[in-house]
């Protein structure tokens, strides 16, 4: 077999491969891009604290699925909602948490099974330490695919 016939192999495979892989990444990214169906997400809080006060954020999955359980895997929270904010308590207590730079957020992990038309309920409380506007996303998410709500807290002076 000749050389020229050997590299026209080659490239064929990698071209072939390099495809394949495209075309992967793209049926994963329109999976994922997908909200989870059946799952909804409500975020309580107030709308304006002082500076000093604590309080509690509340984020509430709902199983919505007539047959099948949520497995919610993570809630993220917008690190420009937390920048006004210490969390001092999750309840219940994530099994780890991470700061996820790609996505500019805190990932707090649970990993639990929510039954068809069931809620749990998630309270993060954090205490304002200072004056502003903090807004930003709060995803639940249940493995790569996730639902958004927006929180919005006012901080004023004491």
């Known amino acids: 077999m000749s050389n ?5 192999i080659g490239c064929g495979i990698v071209f072939l491969f390099c495809g394949a892989l495209f075309l992967a990444l ?3 990214l329109a999976y994922a891009i997908q909200d989870p169906e059946g799952v909804a997400l409500r975020v309580e809080g107030p709308d304006e604290v ?10 509430i999955v ?14 993220d929270i917008a690190d420009e909602y937390l920048a006004g904010f210490t969390i001092s308590t999750v309840t ?3 099994e780890s948490s991470m700061h996820v730079p790609i996505d500019n ?4 992990t649970f990993n639990v099974s929510i039954p068809p038309g069931e809620s749990r309920e998630f309270v993060f409380s954090l205490r304002a330490e ?6 930003g996303d709060v995803d639940a998410c249940e493995g790569a695919r996730f639902i ?5 807290t006012v901080v004023r002076a004491k």
């Not at 604590?54 to 984020?59: E, I, S, Y």
């Not at 047959?67 to 993570?74: E, G």
């Not at 958004?148 to 919005?152: L, N, P, R, V, Y």
């Open 4 to 8: 020229k016939r050997l590299l026209a």
């Open 26 to 28: 793209v049926g994963f």
């Open 50 to 59: 002082a500076v000093g006060e604590t309080f509690d954020l509340r984020v």
């Open 62 to 75: 709902t199983n919505e699925r007539p047959s099948d359980s949520v497995a919610l895997s993570d809630i």
């Open 92 to 94: 219940p207590d994530a």
């Open 105 to 108: 957020s805190q990932s707090y």
């Open 130 to 135: 200072q004056e502003g506007i903090y807004r």
């Open 148 to 152: 958004t709500q927006i929180a919005e």
